[in-house]
């Protein structure tokens, strides 16, 4: 972190004084509603698309100002298929080089394009967020309010980019948390990646019952409906996913697999009270799955004092996605003189307390503040 006010600094700060100026590679759903969020925040968003007409409609729908690539641009965010994304990042980093932008991208899947790509200014990125629509006409700016997006930083990213990064996502009104690369990808393939393998599964079984009992799918009601939603998604982007993410993938699969073997023995075995055990704990996980605070009277302002040492931001962020800490705001204020300066992150009050122990179990010393 740099604390000279002198020196240049390795990212933008995206200050309001000026016009902040973004790059989306990919101009999809996922591109599109990007570049949609970032209008609404007052970015100038320059696209482009490796399919031909896909840039002019998303020009057309108001998503982007401009086609093409912006030198200049400060954030650039890479919207493509997960076999395209090293790639695709790689050339985005040469292209922003000249405004010296922060780049990040919206894969499913973050250790190959994480260990390939070692530029200070790339922060792998996931959006939990999309749509059963497809293409840019389904874009929506408002598409990631409330939802969780991941940054997986490295080693080598800039603590700066990181910051500036999460600033903007949060500007979205994105729960922006921060693991790295690998928990991550163990992760979704508990929470994105399974299910929707499950989902497909189901919903196959279905329909090749109903080939011998043609009413079976008139009588899918709300909660076929609802388990087998996300089934209806684009077959394509999940061949990339399975293929990327397989070792992951396959362990929750072959976990999910012993877990529906113990009910079967259960139901088989008319045991109601451990049926009853299973279903109390599903519905209790279910109900207990965390909220976004929105109101600042149930927020409260966490100021740590950090050294002037590479990962400190990466390291507190992370610290917090431990303690299960929604930041819903972050910034570095920098000291006029000395090696320190001070991160300043707005979180839940009511998890504050939990987050203030980890750090001094840490080494930190954090003080609170009320927001204004």
Not at 160 to 166: I, K, P
Request: net charge negative.
């Amino acid at each position: 972190m740099a604390t000279d006010p002198s020196a240049p600094e390795q990212v933008p700060s995206f200050g309001t004084g000026e016009v902040r100026r973004a790059q989306v590679v990919g101009t999809g759903l996922i591109g599109g509603s990007v570049a949609s969020a970032l209008r609404k925040s007052g970015w100038h968003v320059t696209g482009r698309d490796a399919v031909g007409g896909h840039a002019q409609r998303a020009l057309e729908l108001g998503c982007l100002d401009a086609i093409g690539t912006d030198s200049e641009a400060m954030f650039c965010v890479v919207a493509v298929p997960a076999a395209f994304l090293a790639g695709e990042v790689t050339r985005a980093l040469a292209d922003t080089a000249a405004g010296g932008a922060v780049v990040t991208d919206t894969g499913s899947v973050k250790t190959p394009v994480a260990r390939t790509i070692t530029d200070p200014r790339y922060v792998p990125g996931h959006p939990m967020a999309g749509s059963e629509q497809e293409g840019v006409e389904g874009a929506n700016p408002d598409m990631f309010v409330g939802a969780v997006w991941t940054l997986t930083p490295t080693e080598t990213t800039d603590d700066n980019a990181l910051r500036s990064c999460q600033t903007v996502l949060t500007g979205f009104g994105s729960d922006v948390v921060t693991m790295t690369p690998e928990r991550h990808d163990a992760l979704v393939a508990v929470v994105s990646h399974v299910p929707h393998l499950a989902a497909a599964s189901l919903m196959c079984l279905a329909d090749e019952r109903a080939l011998d009992d043609a009413p079976l799918l008139r009588l899918a009601a709300g909660g076929f409906r609802d388990m087998t939603r996300i089934a209806a998604g684009h077959p394509g982007i999940w061949l990339d996913i399975c293929g990327e993410n397989r070792d992951a993938i396959v362990d929750v699969l072959d976990e999910l697999s012993e877990r529906l073997t113990q009910m079967r023995e259960v139901v088989a075995g008319a045991d109601r009270e451990g049926l009853r055990a299973v279903l109390n704990q599903a519905r209790r996980a279910r109900t207990n799955l965390p909220s976004r605070y929105v109101r600042p009277q149930e927020l409260l302002e966490v100021r740590v004092p950090i050294p002037d040492r590479k990962g400190q931001i990466a390291a507190i962020t992370m610290l917090a996605a431990d303690c299960d800490v929604n930041v819903a705001d972050i910034e570095v204020a920098h000291s006029p003189e000395g090696t320190e300066g001070v991160l300043v992150l707005v979180v839940a009050r009511n998890e504050a307390q939990r987050f203030l122990a980890a750090l001094a179990g840490q080494g930190y010393h954090p003080t609170t503040r009320d927001l204004a």
